[in-house]
Structures are given as C-alpha cells and as structure tokens.
T-cell receptor, first 113, second 114 residues
C-alpha cells in the first residue's frame, strides 16, 4: 500500500516568510496529489490538486510542485500570515482509480508575528 | 449553502453500545466516504460508497457498518465490536465522474467511550 511521509514536527516561521512543507511517498506513482488545510476540531478543506503531468500549480499565495522522479511534492505559502497557521495534509489517489484517497499525517504550521 | 453536515459534533458512548453518526450532503455527489482520525495518524478510510445502495469496505471496516439508501445520506454505525472507537470521525463526498476531484468534508464527530 502507499506510504506517505510528512514532517511530523511543527514548522514555525515568521510572518512574511515563505513556508515550505514536504510530502514524500513510496510505492506506486499517483495520478494526482492533493493538499488540504485542517484547523483544530474541524474537517479538512481542499486547497490544491496537481496531476502527474503537471510540475507546478499556483493559487494566490499557494504553490505546489510535483516531482514524480523524487516521489515528492512541495507545498509553499508565500508572504505567510498568522491566519495560515493550521495543519496541512497531503493526499494521494489510490492505485486502481476512483476517488479514494490516502492521507499523510499532516504537518502543523505556526506563523508567528 | 451546499455542503456536508455531520451530527452530532460530540458523542459519548457507553461500553457495549452501538451508536450511529449522521452524514448528510446537498452537493449532489455520488460518492461518499467515512474516515477516522487519531492523534499522530493520517485519516484512515472506514467505508465508502460510489452510488446509492452500494458500499465497500475501506482499510479499517471491522466494527463498523454503513447504509446508503439515499444519495444524500451515508450514516455510520459504530458497533460494540469496535474495540477502540474513541476518535474523530470525518465524512466526505466527491463527484464520481472524474478520478481526480476534490473531497468535501464535514466538520466531524468526536466520539468518546465513557
């Protein structure tokens, strides 16, 4: 089965800096990869989806890269704000198609003033 | 507003009791899912349904049961056979037409065994 690794240690950065979160996976190459934001006690909220044939995707201050050779995705938040503080989850589609996802454990981001 | 509604937000269960978690969506999505989230672990898939009157076991289905009698509803029953039910339960839905679409999540139900 697919194994996803996200940094379990919290990432603390200063407001205005760029936050970079990492998602590494093993085994098969997914057709697409998604990033979600989760606030404490709430359900995840979709942020971005990137397909296997796309190297980079942007949405406002967010940027995702997808390197199928390294089996890695990087998630960047530029000009970070305290409101960006949350846990960010990486999710991959499962082999065999369909919309079932495998989720990483998430990385907690704290943006300090 | 379209979305997914889970209820209740908090639920307490006594040992040996069955409890049912509600999940309703008005997004007209065919596919619905139940996940369990424990501290330090990723979301784990319990059950999923791609269409009404059909559902499949996920990775950790033992001790759980579901039904899908209506497109809008996908209730999850946590039975007494589930030995460690205390967790945060999340329901999600998505379209079925494409295999690369986002999942919409409810706000979760926190179940505690007392």
């Amino acid at each position: 089965s697919q194994k996803i690794e996200q940094n379990s240690e919290a990432l603390n950065i200063q407001e205005g800096k760029t936050a970079t979160l990492t998602c590494n996976y093993t085994n098969y190459s997914p057709a697409y990869l998604q990033w979600y934001r989760q606030d404490p006690g709430r359900g995840p909220v979709f942020l971005l989806l990137i397909r296997e044939n796309e190297k980079e995707k942007r949405k406002e201050r967010l940027k995702v890269t997808f390197d199928t050779t390294l089996k890695q995705s990087l998630f960047h938040i530029t000009a970070s704000q305290p409101a960006d503080s949350a846990t960010y989850l990486c999710a991959l589609d499962r082999q065999g198609g369909g919309n079932k996802l495998t989720f990483g454990t998430g990385t907690q981001l704290k943006v300090e003033l | 507003d379209g979305g997914i509604t889970q209820s209740p937000k908090y639920l307490f269960r006594k040992e040996g009791q069955n409890v049912t978690l509600s999940c309703e969506q008005n997004l007209n999505h065919d596919a619905m899912y139940w996940y369990r989230q424990d501290p330090g672990q990723g979301l784990r898939l319990i059950y999923y349904s791609q269409i009404v009157n059909d559902f499949q076991k996920g990775d950790i289905a033992e001790g759980y049961s579901v039904s899908r009698e209506k497109k809008e509803s996908f209730p999850l029953t946590v039975t007494s056979a589930q030995k460690n039910p205390t967790a945060f339960y999340l329901c999600a839905s998505s379209t079925r037409q494409s295999s690369n679409t986002e999942a919409f999540f409810g706000q979760g139900t926190r179940l505690t065994v007392v």
